[in-house]
C-alpha cells in the first residue's frame, strides 16, 4: 500500500461553504488593506488608533485566507485560532467604539461591531470557526 501524499492527507477547507468563506474573507482583506492603506496615508495623525486597527484586521483577513487556501491540519487550527482572535477583536472593539466614542474620530473595520460593513466582522468569524470545526470532525471521519 503506497504511502499519502501530501496533498491527499491535507484537509480541502474550500469546498461547499469553505469556498464561500474564502471569497468573504479575500473581499475583506481588500477592503480592510484599501480602507487602512488610505486612512494611513492621508490622515494619519487625525486617529491613528482607529487606522492601525484597520490595518491589523486587514491582516488577520489576509492570514485567514491564506490559511482556508492552504488547507491542511495545521493551516486549519491557524485559522481557528485566527477567526477566534478575529471574533475577540470585533468584541473588544466593536465596544469600545460604543463605549468611548472619542477614542474613534475615524472608523475601524470593527467599529460598531462591522456595522460599516454590514455586521459581516462579526458574523464572519464565527461562521469560520463553526466551519473549520466541521472540517475537522469530517477529515478525522475519513
Do not use: K
Not at 469546498?15 to 480602507?35: C, D, E, F, I, T
Not at 492601525?52 to 488577520?60: E, I, K, P, T
Not at 483577513?61 to 485566527?82: D, M, N, P, S
Request: with cysteine.
Amino acid at each position: 500500500m503506497a504511502a499519502p501524499t501530501t496533498e491527499t492527507e491535507r484537509t480541502r477547507l474550500v469546498q461547499g461553504p469553505g469556498l464561500l468563506l474564502v471569497w468573504l474573507y479575500g473581499v475583506m482583506s481588500v477592503g480592510a488593506v484599501s480602507r487602512s492603506a488610505y486612512q494611513i496615508l492621508t490622515d494619519f495623525g487625525s486617529a491613528p488608533l482607529a487606522h492601525v486597527l484597520s490595518a491589523v484586521a486587514a491582516v488577520v483577513y489576509a492570514f485567514i485566507t491564506y490559511t482556508l487556501v492552504r488547507g491542511g491540519e495545521t493551516a486549519r487550527r491557524a485559522a481557528l485560532v485566527c477567526c477566534a482572535a478575529e471574533l475577540a477583536g470585533v468584541l473588544i472593539v466593536g465596544t469600545w467604539t460604543l463605549a468611548e466614542p472619542s477614542a474613534f474620530p475615524d472608523s475601524t473595520v470593527w467599529s460598531e461591531y462591522g456595522m460599516g460593513y454590514l455586521f459581516i466582522p462579526v458574523l464572519l468569524p464565527v461562521t469560520g470557526m463553526l466551519w473549520l470545526r466541521r472540517a475537522r470532525s469530517q477529515s478525522a471521519a475519513a
